[in-house]
């Protein structure tokens, strides 16, 4: 038995898993060849440390080299040059001073250099240089208040004044609480009748202020000229197309979101009008020169301004309406501020909403109660009426009189409709034809000579022309398509006709080119886009001037953008 498995392990002998596979170096065994062993292990330790020493040379060398190349990058040093070589090199220096040589010549044969240099050459000079516009109230740096130390109360338990057998400490219904905003609001503001001077910009010297005050003073009186939008559409396209746009010419004007603008119709200089989603009234003097580049701003609501005009009979007062249920109007002759039509104290929250000049003394002021007030600017604030055009509606958005026949007017509500409403005829509670929009309109606007056709800006992403016949019904035209979904950031599109035409009209637009666009009534695309280097965000809000080539344009942080 044991010669059997002698012989089985010596069939199959034992390998381990380290030397499986590896030849082992055979030396020569016994006494006699031991001097011979001793000199071959010598001979491997001399290899190994020329070995070694060559490999420290190499890199010694590939150091120098590299250290070399800094310099050979610069315009002074020729790539094609070899450097020198020592005799004495071995041959895997060499390859690596070779391969050096041949990256080197490849770097310098693409010419990235020069190619660097006609890429800039290439670029406009606006695109280098893209800065955004610090002019206007840019410049004023704010202020940061300390933040307000915290005195933590130990927690009161509330107890009922009814099982306590105690009267309510509750005040009666009719007195209403001032809260803490509303007293700062009326702090921050002018009161009716007081001087604007005080409530100018902080950065502004009492010496500007009054140059500026006596400038605007010297400016309302408009002279007499003809329109330079009268005459064919082509030529007013063209003059149109000429506009341009420039660093000069934008300006941050008040401190928030633009939700109104107006252009005062001087013949000789450009006064931009501007209010915000604060309340603040902007007045922008686009070529005068000083520490805010002509720009200025107080606060003269408690809320946002979603309308505002100049007055079309007194070109020195502008009118503002207000979501604080006021309507204002600031006189730039005596420079001050005066109450038109203000809501009950009782009745505050019935917000403002629009405002539309029927003449010289009558207004319609639009609420978000669904009434219509007809304010006599000639009578206190207070003495005005509302009626109740449209009780089945919870807000009357826009409001619009007619610009001829003056005892009509329309309005827009919250449902999409459009109603026609006769003055003489209130009482019987009803309009004389409606129009319905599968979404709520954001403007309207009348033809500016017939008043024939109405513009409608819808949510449906649609731009609607709209025919009055006989002043009994309306009939759809034209529309086109138009993305209105300005969304929560940006101010609602709002159409608007060209002074003095029928055929064409300016809009905002979402467009990533950031224009402002120019269509022709029954057209299917824009036929102007005006656009610039320097308007760099999306204008909303668009005006024109009355008389003369300039259009403006809005965007949500309060700068302007002045087309001329």
């Given at each position: 038995?044991?010669s059997t498995?002698?012989?089985?392990?010596?069939?199959h002998?034992k390998t381990?898993p380290?030397s499986?596979?590896?030849k082992?170096?055979?030396?020569p065994s016994g006494?006699?060849?031991?001097?011979t062993?001793?000199?071959q292990?010598?001979?491997?330790?001399?290899k190994?440390?020329m070995?070694e020493?060559?490999?420290?040379m190499?890199?010694?060398?590939y150091l120098?080299m590299?250290?070399?190349?800094?310099?050979i990058?610069s315009?002074?040093?020729?790539?094609?040059?070899?450097?020198?070589t020592?005799?004495?090199?071995s041959?895997y220096?060499?390859?690596?001073?070779?391969?050096?040589?041949?990256?080197l010549?490849i770097l310098?044969?693409l010419?990235?250099?020069e190619a660097?240099?006609?890429?800039?050459?290439?670029?406009?000079s606006?695109k280098?240089?893209?800065?955004v516009?610090?002019r206007?109230?840019s410049?004023?740096?704010?202020?940061?208040?300390?933040?307000?130390?915290?005195?933590?109360?130990p927690?009161v338990?509330r107890?009922?004044?009814?099982?306590?057998?105690?009267?309510p400490?509750?005040?009666?219904?009719?007195?209403?609480?001032p809260?803490?905003?509303?007293?700062q609001?009326?702090?921050?503001r002018?009161a009716?009748g007081?001087?604007?001077?005080?409530?100018?910009?902080?950065?502004l010297?009492?010496?500007?202020?009054?140059?500026?005050?006596?400038?605007?003073?010297?400016?309302?009186?408009?002279?007499?000229?003809?329109p330079?939008w009268?005459?064919s559409?082509?030529e007013?396209l063209?003059?149109?197309k000429?506009?341009v746009?420039?660093?000069?010419?934008?300006?941050?004007?008040?401190?928030?979101?633009?939700?109104?603008?107006?252009l005062?119709?001087?013949n000789?200089?450009?006064?931009?009008?501007v209010g915000?989603?604060e309340?603040?009234?902007?007045?922008?003097?686009v070529?005068?020169?000083d520490s805010?580049d002509?720009?200025?701003s107080f606060?003269?609501?408690?809320?946002g301004?979603?309308?505002m005009s100049?007055d079309?009979?007194?070109?020195?007062?502008?009118?503002?309406?207000s979501?604080?249920?006021?309507?204002?109007?600031?006189?730039?002759q005596?420079?001050?501020?005066d109450d038109?039509?203000?809501r009950?104290?009782?009745r505050r929250q019935?917000y403002?909403?629009?405002?539309?000049?029927v003449?010289?003394?009558?207004l319609?002021v639009?609420?978000?109660t669904g009434d219509?007030?007809?304010v006599?600017m000639?009578e206190?604030?207070?003495?005005a009426k509302?009626?109740k055009?449209?009780?089945m509606?919870k807000?009357?958005?826009?409001?619009a009189?007619?610009?001829?026949?003056?005892?009509?007017?329309v309005?827009?509500?919250?449902?999409?409709?459009?109603?026609?409403?006769d003055h003489?005829?209130?009482?019987?509670?009803?309009?004389?034809?409606?129009f319905k929009?599968?979404?709520?309109?954001?403007s309207?606007r009348?033809?500016p000579n017939?008043?024939?056709?109405?513009?409608?800006?819808?949510h449906?992403?649609?731009?609607?022309?709209?025919q009055?016949?006989n002043?009994?019904a309306?009939?759809?035209?034209w529309?086109?398509?138009?993305?209105?979904?300005t969304?929560r950031?940006?101010?609602?599109?709002?159409a608007d006709f060209?002074?003095?035409r029928?055929?064409?009209?300016?809009?905002?637009?979402?467009?990533?080119e950031?224009?402002?666009e120019?269509w022709?009534?029954g057209?299917?695309?824009?036929?102007?886009?005006?656009?610039?280097d320097?308007?760099?965000?999306?204008?909303s809000?668009?005006c024109c001037?009355?008389?003369?080539?300039?259009?403006a344009?809005?965007?949500?942080?309060g700068k302007?953008?002045?087309f001329r």
């Amino acid at each position: 038995m044991p010669s059997t498995l002698r012989a089985q392990r010596s069939a199959h002998p034992k390998t381990s898993p380290i030397s499986h596979g590896i030849k082992k170096k055979k030396f020569p065994s016994g006494k006699s060849n031991e001097k011979t062993r001793k000199n071959q292990l010598d001979e491997i330790k001399v290899k190994l440390e020329m070995e070694e020493e060559e490999t420290k040379m190499a890199a010694r060398s590939y150091l120098d080299m590299s250290s070399s190349t800094t310099s050979i990058s610069s315009s002074t040093t020729d790539l094609s040059t070899t450097p020198p070589t020592p005799s004495n090199m071995s041959e895997y220096e060499l390859k690596i001073q070779q391969n050096i040589q041949k990256r080197l010549e490849i770097l310098s044969s693409l010419k990235l250099e020069e190619a660097k240099e006609n890429l800039f050459e290439l670029l406009p000079s606006s695109k280098l240089s893209a800065t955004v516009s610090e002019r206007g109230l840019s410049r004023m740096k704010r202020k940061r208040s300390p933040r307000p130390v915290v005195c933590r109360s130990p927690v009161v338990q509330r107890r009922s004044q009814r099982l306590l057998q105690k009267p309510p400490d509750t005040p009666p219904k009719d007195y209403i609480i001032p809260t803490a905003s509303d007293l700062q609001d009326h702090r921050e503001r002018p009161a009716a009748g007081e001087k604007i001077i005080h409530y100018l910009n902080e950065k502004l010297n009492e010496n500007e202020c009054s140059e500026m005050l006596a400038y605007c003073q010297s400016v309302t009186e408009v002279p007499s000229s003809s329109p330079n939008w009268i005459g064919s559409l082509q030529e007013v396209l063209h003059n149109v197309k000429q506009l341009v746009v420039t660093q000069d010419t934008v300006a941050k004007v008040v401190p928030k979101r633009i939700t109104c603008m107006a252009l005062h119709p001087s013949n000789s200089d450009d006064i931009l009008f501007v209010g915000d989603k604060e309340g603040y009234l902007g007045i922008w003097l686009v070529d005068r020169s000083d520490s805010t580049d002509g720009a200025w701003s107080f606060r003269i609501h408690g809320s946002g301004i979603p309308c505002m005009s100049v007055d079309s009979f007194s070109s020195g007062r502008v009118i503002t309406t207000s979501y604080d249920g006021s309507t204002r109007a600031t006189d730039l002759q005596r420079l001050v501020v005066d109450d038109v039509y203000s809501r009950p104290q009782e009745r505050r929250q019935d917000y403002l909403t629009w405002h539309s000049q029927v003449d010289a003394n009558l207004l319609l002021v639009s609420a978000g109660t669904g009434d219509v007030t007809f304010v006599d600017m000639r009578e206190a604030p207070s003495s005005a009426k509302s009626n109740k055009l449209d009780p089945m509606s919870k807000s009357i958005k826009v409001v619009a009189a007619h610009p001829t026949a003056t005892q009509y007017s329309v309005t827009s509500n919250n449902m999409g409709e459009v109603k026609l409403w006769d003055h003489r005829k209130l009482n019987h509670k009803s309009a004389v034809c409606c129009f319905k929009h599968p979404r709520s309109a954001s403007s309207i606007r009348f033809s500016p000579n017939t008043g024939n056709t109405l513009l409608t800006t819808c949510h449906d992403d649609k731009i609607r022309l709209i025919q009055l016949e006989n002043f009994s019904a309306f009939k759809e035209e034209w529309s086109v398509e138009h993305n209105n979904q300005t969304g929560r950031w940006l101010t609602t599109h709002k159409a608007d006709f060209m002074p003095g035409r029928e055929d064409s009209f300016v809009v905002g637009s979402l467009n990533p080119e950031r224009i402002i666009e120019v269509w022709r009534t029954g057209g299917s695309s824009p036929v102007v886009a005006l656009k610039g280097d320097a308007m760099t965000t999306f204008s909303s809000t668009v005006c024109c001037h009355p008389s003369r080539f300039v259009v403006a344009g809005g965007n949500s942080s309060g700068k302007c953008h002045v087309f001329r």
